[in-house]
């Protein structure tokens, strides 16, 4: 619960910060307006550790640059087309801004710029009402025109004008409604949620490259879930990333099986635990939060109903891969992270092999060469998968998932599983067999590659031998 004593306690130290006294003392001795603006003011009431400090002023961009360069050590104004200059002041960045009074041209979602003349006037046109407060300078004076300290002890997310108006300016407010309302945990009030509804279309005209920014915003908070709910349950997901929607598969009250949507909520949920469990203080790990979203979207193209009630999803591993990698292609996702996802959502079901017989140490090794350095991920995904209420089958497959993980430890003790390479390369293979580089160079390692998996080292003496013999019974 918000305790405005404290908060306000927060807020007054915050402005005794020597960052902010020096450019609080800089402006007013230049007859300029200044003030703390938007998150850290939020975030500084709700008792939220703040990392970056904004400011805004009356004052224009190249009269900011003038009074912030004597007390900065760099300067930068990439923004200034927006009125937006950054400083580091102190060893910190800081980024001021100067009033804007702008609206959105409707088509492309580019702010038509225009500077405004008052505070007032500058935080009515922001996202939410609770990043639409100020403290302003020296004086630290709270400024709330719109009612941000209400919404922050209610916990409501609210627009400062009509919810219509506003993301009719600026669609990618929507999405900013869902990251707020987890990051915050707070719930989106009825009538923004209307308007979300009305407007989801019209988050068509942000570019990928936006949409995907702040959908992992949103998957990097601590439970992005109650987000995903309202995108979900908005249709504004069903805009930019279809399958997720997709999995609120039709129950048949003659087949049934586990809801893939919460499923999938739950094992988003327990991928993050356990991230934070095995690297506590990380940054959040974004490929794999992806993965988990999205490791059963192949499930609602291959649900099959058998007759006598039974369902299955043949392959959904595969389709679900396919899937992902044209949708986060489309979101303009870097390669990187499309590899990684793909590759997740490919092998997440391989370990329940496992779990109903015990792989050879040739089946482990190639599980390890499968997954190459996703291994980590792949580990927390598969523990994630796990989601029966059944307590005797949870603890059965925890159990065996210790069993692979002290297996593959074990194994790497004796070899390096991470690089499993044939004991023999290229040029030996082609020097042994008398062979040119093509595909029979191609052929050849592939079977001193199952010599290794399957046996693990044999000597470059036995390797050459078994060459030759497969070599012989080839030609």
């Not at 600026?170 to 989106?188: G, H």
């Not at 949103?218 to 997720?244: K, N, S, W, Y």
């Not at 990684?340 to 490919?346: A, D, F, G, H, S």
Request: glycine share 8%; net charge negative; hydrophobic share 40%.
């Amino acid at each position: 619960m918000l305790n405005m004593a404290e908060g306000v306690a927060r807020l007054e130290a915050l402005a005794a910060s020597p960052i902010v006294a020096d450019l609080a003392r800089a402006f007013a001795d230049a007859g300029r307006q200044l003030a703390i603006v938007g998150g850290p003011v939020r975030d500084a009431l709700l008792g939220r550790a703040t990392h970056d400090l904004d400011f805004t002023t009356d004052a224009q961009p190249d009269e900011i640059l003038k009074i912030v360069r004597p007390l900065s050590s760099a300067q930068w104004d990439i923004g200034r087309e927006f009125g937006t200059i950054g400083a580091r002041v102190r060893g910190e960045q800081v980024e001021i801004t100067t009033y804007r009074a702008d609206s959105y041209d409707g088509t492309t979602r580019k702010p038509v710029v225009a500077f405004g003349d008052s505070i007032d006037g500058d935080l009515a046109r922001r996202d939410f009402t609770v990043n639409a407060m100020a403290l302003l300078l020296p004086a630290k004076k709270l400024v709330d025109p719109t009612g941000g300290v209400e919404d922050l002890v209610r916990g409501v997310l609210r627009t400062p004008i009509d919810p219509h108006v506003s993301f009719g300016d600026d669609p990618l407010r929507m999405l900013r409604a869902a990251r707020f309302a987890s990051q915050l945990e707070f719930r989106v009030d009825t009538e923004t949620v209307a308007a979300i509804e009305k407007l989801r279309e019209t988050i068509q005209i942000v570019s990928a490259e936006r949409i995907q920014g702040e959908l992992l915003r949103l998957l990097a908070t601590d439970d992005p879930t109650r987000g995903i709910r309202l995108l979900v349950d908005t249709g504004l997901m069903a805009q930019f990333l279809p399958e997720v929607p997709a999995l609120r598969l039709e129950v048949d009250e003659h087949h049934h099986h586990k809801d893939v949507y919460e499923h999938s909520l739950t094992v988003l949920r327990q991928a993050i635990d356990l991230e934070h469990d095995r690297h506590p203080g990380a940054e959040p790990d974004l490929a794999l939060r992806l993965a988990a979203l999205l490791h059963d979207i192949g499930k609602p193209s291959t649900r099959k109903l058998e007759p006598g009630g039974g369902v299955t999803f043949h392959h959904h591993d595969l389709r679900g891969a396919r899937l992902a990698r044209k949708r986060l292609r489309e979101l303009r996702f870097d390669t990187a992270t499309v590899d990684t996802v793909t590759k997740l959502i490919e092998l997440h079901l391989r370990f329940f092999g496992y779990a109903e017989g015990t792989w050879t140490d040739a089946a482990v090794r190639r599980y390890v060469r499968d997954a190459g350095s996703e291994l980590e991920r792949l580990h927390i995904l598969t523990r994630a998968d796990v989601t029966t209420r059944n307590k005797r089958k949870a603890h059965m497959l925890a159990s065996a998932y210790d069993d692979i993980e002290r297996r593959i430890d074990e194994l790497a003790a004796q070899e390096e599983l991470e690089a499993i390479r044939p004991e023999l390369d290229g040029n030996q293979i082609q020097e042994i067999l008398g062979i040119r580089p093509g595909r029979e160079v191609g052929e050849a390692y592939r079977f001193l590659l199952d010599v290794r998996l399957d046996e693990g080292m044999v000597g470059p003496e036995e390797a050459e031998r078994r060459l030759r013999a497969w070599w012989s019974a080839r030609v």
